[in-house]
């Protein structure tokens, strides 16, 4: 027993450990990395493979392999890195370095032939996916298949693996997000808003890669539509799946800002709610405290209230920003608007209030993240 813990706990190198390589392996492995580092491509693929004979451990040996692979294809032997890779794709039982080899294959058939790279980063994905990148074979697949065939090939085949095992694998949502994308692209409107919120209530926040996007995108669609108030409720959705930590702040995903502002502005420019505008902006001010949006909210606020007569309220909005924001934009002019109101010695904001500030330069909510235009009514 004592002999066992002394192994346990000595160091990894240490021979007769078990679980640790072999002293030749790792000579093996070292030689290698050696000639790589000298540029010495091929002495450093035949030292890999040599090394590889050196152990009984399939994750060893499919790691030696790995690098005697790659170290073929940068001497320029593609043949010999295609067999490995083969070897490795193919091992019975798959080990930590099969997705790879398979993904790797993939990439030579596609740079020589895209019809074949296609179907082998199809056999790729659905071979491995649970591997990081079944994701990325899977984009590649699908641009080259809608490449060569259109939108409703891709709509096809999509829809074909959503009702295979695929859709309860990890590649699941990715296979139904890229649907409601495609059906997008095809101008299938209702069918990818649809797709869009099923993606959304399928594959909730925090497991769910594309909650923020499919919502996004669906309450884009409203918008276009001249559906505002769904619109808010999908957005609002989407914010309210906002953490908090006790060490670090809070979190914000990228969407969080841009819907949380789009909510301020579809109550005052759509809905005329002005109320409920205000308190919108509010939120980006108090609850995105790393977002890039809170001097622009306060600016808001104010001029909201300055617009129903509050000139206290308007003006305490803009204290605020000057006294925490002194470097804004909006500094001169909440001076000029507000006696009480004075820059801090130290602000480096402009001297002077554009015009551009007093008019506002938020984006314009009618041009939608899909493009210049609005998205068509239906399919």
């Known amino acids: 027993m004592r002999a066992f813990i002394a192994c346990i706990f000595a160091l990894a190198p240490l021979v007769g450990c078990a679980g640790a390589p072999s002293l030749e392996y790792r000579r093996g492995l070292a030689g290698g990395d050696r000639a790589h580092a000298a540029g010495r491509h091929a002495e450093a693929a035949a030292e890999y493979e040599r090394a590889a004979t050196l152990t009984e451990k399939a994750r060893d040996k499919g790691r030696a392999e790995s690098l005697a692979a790659a170290a073929y294809l940068k001497a320029g032997q593609t043949d010999r890195a295609r067999v490995l ?42 071979a491995f996916p649970s591997s990081g990148l079944a994701r990325r074979a899977l984009t590649l697949a699908l641009a080259t298949r809608e490449e060569k065939d259109g939108a409703g090939a891709v709509i096809q085949y999509l829809d074909e693996l959503s009702k295979g095992p695929l859709r309860k694998s990890e590649l699941g949502q990715n296979i139904a997000y ?64 906002h953490e908090t930590s006790s060490l670090m702040g809070s979190y914000h995903r990228p969407r969080m800002n841009v819907a949380a502002l789009q909510v301020a502005r579809i109550y005052e420019e759509k809905l005329d709610k002005r109320d409920k505008a205000r308190n919108a902006y509010g939120r980006i001010y108090s ?13 808001q606020q104010s001029r909201l209230y300055r617009a129903d007569g509050d000139e206290s309220a308007a003006c305490g909005r803009l204290s605020k920003l000057v006294s925490e924001f002194p470097d804004s934009r909006y500094v001169p002019c909440a001076e000029s608007t507000c006696k009480d109101v004075t820059r801090p010695k130290k602000s480096r904001a ?10 506002g330069y938020l984006p314009d909510l009618t041009r939608p993240i899909f493009g210049d235009d609005p998205p068509p009514v239906g399919d």
């Open 85 to 126: 890779f083969e070897k490795l794709a193919k091992a019975t039982p798959e080990n930590a370095y099969s997705a790879g080899a398979a993904f790797k294959l993939a990439e030579l058939q596609a740079a020589e032939d895209p019809a074949l790279g296609q179907r082998a980063f199809e056999s790729m994905f659905t």
């Open 350 to 359: 402009p001297k002077e209030c554009h015009d551009y500030v007093q008019r």
């Open 178 to 241: 890229s649907l409601a994308e495609a059906h997008f692209r095809k101008g299938n409107i209702d069918r990818a808003y649809a797709q869009y919120v099923s993606v959304a209530n399928e594959w909730p926040y925090p497991f769910g890669a594309f909650f923020d996007d499919s919502l996004y995108k669906a309450a884009q669609i409203d918008f276009g539509r001249k559906e505002f108030e769904r619109a808010i409720v999908l957005l609002e959705r989407l914010l309210a799946e």
């Open 287 to 299: 609850q995105f405290t790393t977002g890039s949006l809170r001097d622009d909210a306060l600016w």
